[in-house]
């Protein structure tokens, strides 16, 4: 794949994190994978002689491990701190598809705390480590796609909707978990078993450049693009996506366990992207149990077949604080649905509650099954400031609503220019701005608002 000039949509304006990011810097020598036994004949399984040159890296201070052109098929890789791996252009790291080489770790999985198996590329607990280069990382994930399949077709006439997602193991592509000083970058990306880059109680992380594609052979489920979870201090910027799920998302915790562990994600920056297929462009959730502040969303172009642009879902038992979130310069094109906000999003999926007759269920069945008090499960969603959203060729502006004692509130929008079919729905919001806005329908109406106050400027 060739790198790809991403086309920026407009300057920033003023963020300043409570603490300015420390990015990871390259150290030490150079490390030739194939001096320690790695082979690129695309049969053997490289594993070990991969690991071997990493860990003779960092027992050496720092370095950076060379992969040379050629297919490499491995388990999973654990990247030490003081080490960059250096995927080269023309290499190709391609993961196996037995369960068996990603061992488990204790992680954090679509909100819950559990064990689960390593990424195929890790960087766990370890300080300033750096994974780059110009070649390619596939997770041949199409195996663990189908596995997913047949599981749901056991578990959904059982009411299991819920749980399918935690008991089928799938490797996530790139695994970032409590780590300081990471860096990812200018890789091309594909067919991931579970999500793409996934980067957990991190901070001071970059993700930058980066060519995502798993939509071939397939559209595997729960494909997201890029996890931001629980982390502070993280950079996005530059990459090209085509996943089968949320594309760029921010995430912090689900339901009893998420709001236990009480981990906000903030100091965000996410910029100059490109979304061409997904179920969502940048979404916040739906795991929000922690909360979200300070997340700045710029310069960003999504696309059809995109159903869905900027995208907040929650439950009421998800919980969390959502403020101080800015989105400015984005083009929708023939996007259908521009703005969603659905707090009670995907009830067979968001509120799990265990079959009768079943005996000594995982934990963490009865952690996602725990209840969790009204008053401590619903979202709310608060200073958030829109501007300069195009939309040409687009179906609904907006389908937000929230609870009636939670109201979307102080959100401000500035020059929106939509071109929509019709403006779509407001509920439950409580001082909506709008400065400036051209928001143009076939009939000619603006949104439908109710149980709205303080709603001006439409």
Not at 143 to 152: H, K, M, N, P, Q
Not at 396 to 406: D, L, Q, S, V
Request: charged share 25%; glycine share 10%.
């Amino acid at each position: 794949m060739h790198r790809r000039n991403l086309l920026r949509l407009g300057a920033l304006s003023a963020f300043v994190p409570l603490v300015a990011p420390v990015w990871a810097q390259e150290t030490g020598r150079l490390f030739d994978a194939a001096d320690f036994g790695a082979v690129p004949d695309g049969e053997a399984i490289q594993t070990r002689a991969l690991q071997a040159a990493i860990d003779a890296a960092a027992a050496a201070g720092g370095g950076t491990v060379v992969l040379k052109p050629g297919l490499y098929r491995s388990g999973a890789i654990f990247v030490r701190s003081n080490v960059t791996l250096q995927v080269g252009r023309g290499a190709i790291l391609r993961g196996v598809t037995d369960l068996a080489a990603y061992p488990m770790v204790r992680t954090r999985v679509a909100g819950i705390e559990m064990e689960w198996p390593a990424g195929l590329l890790n960087i766990y607990q370890q300080n300033n480590a750096r994974i780059t280069g110009e070649g390619t990382v596939d997770g041949d994930g199409k195996v663990f796609w189908d596995s997913y399949w047949a599981l749901r077709r056991d578990y959904d006439p059982k009411d299991l909707r819920w749980a399918a997602d935690y008991d089928c193991r799938r490797p996530r592509l790139v695994h970032i978990y409590d780590a300081d000083r990471v860096e990812i970058s200018g890789l091309n990306l594909m067919r991931s078993g579970f999500w793409t880059v996934h980067v957990c109680y991190s901070r001071d992380v970059k993700v930058s450049d980066l060519i995502i594609r798993n939509n071939i052979g397939g559209r595997g489920p729960s494909t997201d693009g890029v996890d931001i979870d629980s982390s502070e201090r993280v950079l996005v910027e530059r990459c090209d996506l085509s996943v089968n799920d949320d594309a760029l998302c921010i995430k912090a915790g689900r339901d009893w366990d998420g709001l236990r562990v009480s981990r906000p994600c903030r100091a965000v920056k996410i910029r100059d992207c490109v979304v061409r297929d997904a179920l969502a462009g940048v979404t916040f959730g739906s795991e929000t149990s922690g909360g979200f502040q300070d997340i700045e969303v710029s310069g960003i172009r999504i696309e059809y077949p995109v159903p869905l642009g900027i995208f907040f879902k929650s439950g009421h038992t998800r919980g969390g604080s959502i403020s101080n979130i800015r989105i400015h310069d984005v083009h929708l094109q023939d996007v259908a649905t521009l703005m969603r906000i659905n707090l009670n999003w995907y009830p067979n999926y968001s509120y799990a509650r265990i079959p009768e007759g079943i005996k000594n269920p995982p934990d963490y069945w009865s952690a996602l099954a725990k209840p969790v008090p009204r008053e401590q499960g619903i979202p709310r969603i608060r200073d958030v400031r829109m501007s300069d959203i195009r939309a040409i060729g687009g179906k609904i502006g907006f389908e937000a609503a929230a609870y009636p004692e939670a109201p979307l509130e102080d959100f401000v929008f500035e020059r929106l220019n939509w071109d929509v079919r019709e403006a779509g729905s407001i509920a439950n919001a409580k001082n909506w701005r709008f400065i400036g806005c051209n928001i143009d329908t076939l009939d000619g109406t603006g949104p439908k608002v109710t149980a709205s106050t303080g709603v001006t400027g439409l």
